[in-house]
C-alpha cells in the first residue's frame, strides 16, 4: 500500500473519531435533560401523596361541620327574631257611630225589660194626689224612707183641701224623717193650696199645668204623668242622669238636655217603662260607687265595664233590695214583684 494511501485512510480516520468525540460530547447533555425528567417526573407524584390528605381530610368534613365552621355566628331563630323586633302599636278603636249608639242602647233597654218585668214606680200611692205628694217628698231622702212616713201624713190629710189647711207644725212633725222637712212641708202644703184654689182640688194631667205648682219640676212631673195618667215621659233622677252617661247615651249633665238627647233615641211609647228599668238597674247593680260590674247581666253591652268589682263572687255581695235578697223599698208592692215588702217605719228588717 502506498503511504498516500495510508494517510488518506488516517485522516478518514481520524475525522471519524473526531464526529464521534464530537458526538459523545454532545450526549450528556441530552442525557442529563433526559435524566432531569425523570426526576421531575418522580419528584411530582412523591408531592401529590402530601396533598392528597389534606384535600381528603377537607372532603371528609360534613357538610353541617363545614357550614358551622364557615358560619360560626348563626341567625337567629324566626320566633326569637319577631320577640326582638319591636311591638307594632294597636290601632285606636274606631269611635262608635251614632246610629251604633242608638243600637247598642235600644238593645240594653230590651235585655233590662227580660231582667225586671216587674219594674214599677217604687213609691206607695192609692191616687195621683198622694203620688205628687210622696215624689216631691223623695227629694234628697231613699224612697223606702217617703213610704214608711207617708201612711201617717195621707192617714191625717187624705186631700188637698185636708193638706191646704194643716197646721205647718204638724205637717213638719209627720214628715220629719224624709230629712229637710221645713222646706218640704213649705212645698206640699203650697201645692195643696195651689189644687184646691186653681184646679179643683183634682192633679192636673198636663206638664204645663203641674211644673206651675209649688216643688214640682219636669222630673216630678213627668213621674205623675207617667204613672198616674198613663202619658209617656222620661224621668231624669239621680240614677237615670248616671247610667245615661255611663252608657254613653249622652254627654250632658244637666237633666233636660240629657232627656231631650235620650228621647231621640227612644221611642216616646217606651220612655215611661225605660225610665223604671234604668232607675231599677241603678238602684240594685250599677252603683254609684262600686258598680257590681261581675254581677251585671248586661255588661257585653256596657262600655263602662270595669269601673266596679268585676269578681263574681264579690260583686254579688254589692247587690240591693230583691237582687240581694233583701226587701224592697214599697210597703204595698205590685202582685208581680218578686221580692219582700218593706218594713213599716220603726220595724225591723
Known sequence: MSKQTKATKRSAAERSGAKTASAAKRAPKGAAKSAAKPAS??????????????????????????????????????????AAAKPAAAKPAKPESHLAMVRRARKINRELAEVYPYAHPELDFRNPFE????????????????????????????????LAAAVPEEVEELIRPTGFFRAKTKSIMGLATALRDEFGGEVPDRLEDLVKLPGVGRKTAFVVLGNAYGVPGITVDTHFMRLARRWKWTE?????????????????????????????????????????C?????????????EGE????????????????FPGQRLNPPPDYPGRPAPPLGASS
Request: hydrophobic share 40%; charged share 25%.
Open 41 to 82: 417526573t418522580a419528584a411530582a407524584p412523591a408531592a401529590k401523596p402530601a396533598a392528597e390528605p389534606a384535600a381528603k381530610s377537607a372532603a371528609a368534613k360534613p357538610p353541617a361541620k363545614r357550614a358551622a365552621a364557615a358560619k360560626p355566628a348563626a341567625a337567629k331563630p324566626p320566633a326569637k327574631r319577631a
Open 131 to 162: 203620688l205628687l205628694v210622696a215624689t216631691v217628698l223623695s227629694a234628697q231622702t231613699t224612697d223606702l224612707r217617703v213610704n214608711q212616713t207617708t201612711p201617717a201624713l195621707f192617714a191625717k190629710y187624705p186631700t188637698p183641701e185636708d
Open 252 to 292: 250632658q249633665d244637666d237633666p233636660v238636655k240629657i232627656e231631650a238627647e235620650v228621647a231621640e233615641i227612644f221611642p216616646k211609647s217606651e220612655w215611661t217603662m225605660l225610665s223604671h228599668r234604668v232607675i231599677f238597674h241603678g238602684r240594685r247593680i250599677c252603683h254609684a260607687r262600686k258598680p257590681a
Open 294 to 306: 261581675g254581677a251585671c247581666p248586661i255588661t257585653h253591652l256596657c262600655p263602662a265595664y270595669g
Open 310 to 325: 268585676t269578681d263574681p263572687e264579690k260583686a254579688k255581695k254589692l247587690l240591693k233590695y230583691e237582687k240581694g235578697g
